[in-house]
């Protein structure tokens, strides 16, 4: 074929991150193709998908080069919509990736893997239409509340945020917003993205209840392959109605967009954390002003750049202060640990408490940070402590399985009997986990009895829910169903247990040693414990029936920190304006916008020499001089699985100064060659610096 009578057509493919080509690749077609078509095309010695990106212009086609051919068209398939397209060129240009790189991994891993053939049988396998959808569950009438957010939501473009205590029916906001844009248009869609769909099933289920399964599908790494393809060709069918998902999500291809809920918008999930570092709750804001839809933010806690967005006006704040029903917020009671014995784990009078929740029948949820028995372990005699080889860390002892673990390269070795710095068999651990405070426990509630069904008494049960309880398939489901059914007495966990469960027995919530944030080097850190917090509170006292006694404990030897006090409150606008004060005086986000490059090296004077030299070739690109370069430093986890890693923090008072210097600078960084430099990246909005 000859360029002459076929047609030019700009395609982009995966292209490896820094390849330099980043850009689509122009091929040769016999026919036109419309923008967002899927084809596959010839890529080195390989046949890849691509998506037609635009027709090459006039005055480029034939400039003395020819294009490859096409190989096949995947006619089956509707092309992509210009707003998906628009979508993947905005993060690709604001995130600092390719475009072809975040086009192909925004589609299903199965439609970049099957041939033709083999596709067109998967498609004969999805429905297509757009089924009404029918009121199997009609869900209870709206409170004034969440009327008065309902209402706003019709009348108003947003975005919006909805602020609603944890148990204020925020859900149902969701679900009634949906059902209107649904019954509107025949054929619209809704978008809701969660934090971590496998962590909460119920909120799925709600969904489901409502809307009825054949319009509801998921969307989130835990599906196989082959239901992520069903699932992402039933939106881009139009077929399904509500699609629920995690971060990914947002790409999803969905022709009849009409709205966009981001629940617990606070979270830090929605970041994704490789490849293109996309914060999924602001493209999804970027998405609504794109397709003209609604966007709902909902939190208890929101971002501090959500809230500033709503002090500035950019945001539209719905608030919801009251829980449903008679529900209320549980009181909040600090231990100062200052007071209490030496060594002490869990406070008496603390102790005492959940002993009355015990005999009242009632449950309790204590968390703590940390999973395993001991974050190290120590000679007493030298100074041997249980570091990982590997990494800038402490392995971590796991007494189930008598090991030590490396929570960041994974290394695994069974505890040594004896010391292996001096032979000494006197090894201990120093500090706590999850794994002891369910020991302790259980240790002393032992001869506590609890009430049984039949009026006989019993064994009082102990449970634990963390990342290792949890790790086989269907185990979280069966031990939050155990929760849920008042199988479990007293849950010990993680900040698992904290998020988003409907429990309704819980009356006890405590933060057994929540400190170390107020420590961190981490200026997010407060941010974050004080949402970790409140939606710890938020579990407990959601039944009208126990919410009298509801209460949230907090161990700690700050009883007097300001986070605490407001907590005490429950008093978020409080703290949240506090904390933009600070922020606000020492320069920090979301006052000013960051950047980061981190640079992975097989020395950290490598990894430095690295970001020096970009540092030098970053000089002089920002004409406007609102454009700050810091130094090179190490990571704060310096060495992990034997890499160093190192970063550099560019900063800026004006995002589009940032997003022109970021532009300029990337083939700069692309042209550096430093020895001994694994990998290195570029983190638009770094949630962690
Ligand atoms: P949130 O998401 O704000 O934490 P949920 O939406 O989970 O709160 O609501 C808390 C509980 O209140 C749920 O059990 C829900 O079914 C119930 N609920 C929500 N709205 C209403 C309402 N208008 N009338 C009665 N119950 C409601
Ligand atoms: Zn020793
Ligand atoms: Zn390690």
Redesign the pocket.
């Known amino acids: 074929m000859s360029a002459s009578n076929g047609h030019r057509v700009r395609v982009v493919v995966a292209t490896p991150a820094h390849s330099g080509l980043r850009g689509p690749l122009s091929y040769e077609s016999e026919r036109a193709l419309p923008p967002g078509a899927l084809l596959r095309v010839p890529l080195g010695k390989r046949e890849v998908l691509g998506v037609v990106w635009d027709a090459e212009p006039d005055d480029d086609a034939g400039a003395g080069f020819t294009a490859r051919p096409v190989a096949a068209c995947l006619d089956e398939i509707a092309p992509l919509p210009a707003a998906w397209c628009q979508l993947v060129d905005f993060t690709a240009n604001y995130y600092q990736r390719g475009v072809g790189e975040v086009a192909l991994a925004a589609l299903p891993p199965q439609l970049r893997d099957l041939d033709g053939t083999q596709l067109a049988r998967r498609l004969k396998k999805v429905a297509t239409g757009h089924p009404a959808v029918r009121g199997a569950d009609v869900g209870?009438?709206?409170?004034p509340e969440?009327q008065g957010a309902l209402d706003r939501i019709a009348a108003g473009d947003g975005p919006f945020l909805l602020f609603?205590?944890?148990?204020?029916?925020?859900?149902?906001v969701y679900l009634r917003a949906a059902e209107r844009v649904l019954a509107r248009d025949p054929a619209a869609q809704a978008l809701v993205l969660v934090p971590e769909i496998n962590l909460t099933p119920q909120l799925l289920a709600?969904f489901v209840d409502r809307f009825g399964a054949a319009h509801v599908v998921a969307m989130h790494s835990g599906l196989t392959p082959a239901q992520r393809l069903r699932s992402w060709l039933a939106a881009h069918h139009g077929h399904a109605r509500i699609v629920l998902g995690t971060r990914m999500a947002v790409f999803t291809s969905l022709p009849r967009l009409g709205l966009i809920v981001v629940d617990e918008e606070h979270d830090p999930s929605y970041k994704q954390q490789e490849g293109a570092r996309y914060s999924a709750r602001d493209l999804a804001v970027l998405r609504g002003r794109l397709e003209t839809v609604p966007v709902v933010l909902?939190s208890?806690t929101p971002s501090l750049e959500s809230w500033q967005a709503c002090e500035s006006g950019r945001y539209q704040r719905l608030e919801?202060p009251s829980r449903?029903?008679a529900g209320a917020l549980p009181r909040v009671r600090l231990v100062d640990m200052n007071q209490q014995p030496r060594k002490t784990l869990l406070a008496p009078a603390l102790l005492e408490a959940i002993g009355e929740r015990i005999a009242r029948g009632e449950q309790s949820l204590i968390f703590l940070n940390r999973r395993g028995y001991a974050p190290v372990l120590a000679c007493t005699a030298c100074d041997w402590k249980s570091d990982c080889p590997h990494c800038s860390a402490f392995r971590v002892f796991h007494k189930a399985d008598r090991t030590l673990r490396c929570h960041h390269c994974g290394y695994t070795e069974r505890v040594p009997r004896a010391c292996p710095g001096c032979g000494n068999v006197d090894i201990a651990p120093l500090g706590r986990g999850t794994e002891q405070l369910e020991e302790h426990l259980s240790e002393l509630l032992s001869q506590q009895l609890r009430p049984g069904p039949d009026g006989q008494s019993r064994p009082v049960r102990v449970a634990r829910m963390d990342a290792d309880t949890t790790r086989a398939k269907g185990a979280l489901e069966a031990q939050l169903a155990q929760v849920h059914a008042g199988e479990v007495d007293v849950l010990v966990g993680t900040q698992m247990v904290t998020k988003?469960h409907?429990f309704r027995r819980i009356t006890l919530v405590a933060a057994v040693n929540p400190d170390t944030a107020l420590y961190s080097s981490d200026f997010r850190a407060p941010e974050r414990l004080f949402a970790l917090l409140m939606q710890a509170a938020?579990r407990a006292g959601?039944d009208a029936a126990h919410a009298d006694a509801s209460q949230m404990w907090v161990q700690t030897w700050n009883p007097g920190h300001p986070l605490f006090t407001a907590l005490r409150r429950h008093d978020y606008p409080g703290f949240a304006a506090s904390q933009l004060r600070e922020r606000r005086e020492a320069g920090m986000p979301p006052f000013v916008f960051q950047a980061l490059v981190r640079a992975e090296a097989r020395t950290q004077e490598a990894a430095q020499a690295f970001l020096k030299a970009a540092r030098e070739g970053g000089e002089g690109l920002d004409a406007t001089g609102q454009v700050m370069l810091y130094s090179a430093v190490p990571m704060s986890l310096q060495r992990v699985a034997n890499v160093e890693r190192a970063q550099l923090l560019v900063e800026s008072a004006s995002r589009p100064a940032l997003q022109h210097f970021l532009a300029a600078w990337q083939p700069v960084l692309q042209a550096l060659r430093t020895p001994g430099v694994l990998r290195w990246a570029v983190d638009v909005d770094p949630l962690a610096v």
């Open positions: 209870p009438p709206p409170s969440q609603g205590a944890t148990g204020s029916g925020k859900t149902e709600r909902g208890a919801m449903i029903g988003g409907d938020g959601r």
